[in-house]
């Protein structure tokens, strides 16, 4: 229905272009394992019977992008789907309810003004393609989707670049966090 927001099902289990390489669990509860997942975005959410899981997410606003920001992104970054991009990264994410109880100002200074989030990340377009889906409000184990496109050459710049960011401020309220690293073979 037109209005309603883009949806994204990943599914993982036996089928689907990605290979799960491995998965590495960085805080909480581990998702059980599966050799490969489907990132299925668009249409209805779907949860094939003899998935091993499925996470489901939506597209949605911005939350904390200024006007420069955005500008500074939009001049750099590139779509998901190149050929280039053999390698990718599922990263679900859990933050605690410390960080929900803030007030927005207060999650923009950690997100931004402290940590660095889009600065830091900024550094690392346009070798790696990014989108953002949220799941918080479907109830869902996790908050955030977040998937990454990737080359080869450009993995240990990905491996870099996570490494930076679980160092901040802002990720000391993320309470679950899974890594599952792919490639499209
Ligand atoms: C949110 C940029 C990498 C996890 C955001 C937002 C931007 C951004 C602009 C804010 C969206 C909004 O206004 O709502 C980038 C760039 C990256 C990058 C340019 C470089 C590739 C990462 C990585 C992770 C990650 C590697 C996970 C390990 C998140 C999460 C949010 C987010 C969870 C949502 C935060 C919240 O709403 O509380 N990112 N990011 N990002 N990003 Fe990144």
Do not use: C
Not at 22 to 41: F, K, M, N
Not at 94 to 113: G, P, V, Y
Request: charged share 30%.
């Amino acid at each position: 229905m037109e209005g309603n927001p883009v949806r994204v099902s990943f599914v993982a289990g036996s089928a689907g272009a990605w290979r799960v390489e491995r998965t590495v669990l960085v805080r909480g509860e581990e998702l059980p394992a599966a050799p490969r997942l489907q990132r299925v975005e668009g249409g209805s959410f779907v949860a094939p019977p003899e998935a091993t899981w499925v996470l489901g997410g939506v597209r949605s606003n911005e939350r904390y992008v200024e006007l420069e920001e955005r500008r500074r992104l939009v001049a750099v970054q590139e779509d998901l789907g190149r050929a280039s991009s053999t390698q990718a990264a599922l990263i679900p994410l859990r933050k605690s309810k410390a960080w929900w109880a803030l007030a927005q100002d207060e999650r923009r200074a950690i997100f931004e003004a402290r940590s660095r989030h889009i600065e830091i990340g900024l550094e690392y377009l346009p070798a790696v393609a990014r989108r953002l889906y949220h799941s918080r409000d479907l109830g869902g184990p996790f908050d955030f989707l977040t998937w990454f496109e990737f080359a080869e050459g450009d993995a240990g710049a990905f491996d870099e670049l996570v490494g930076r960011l679980r160092e901040t401020e802002e990720w000391s309220y993320v309470e679950r966090e899974i890594e599952v690293r792919l490639s499209r073979a």
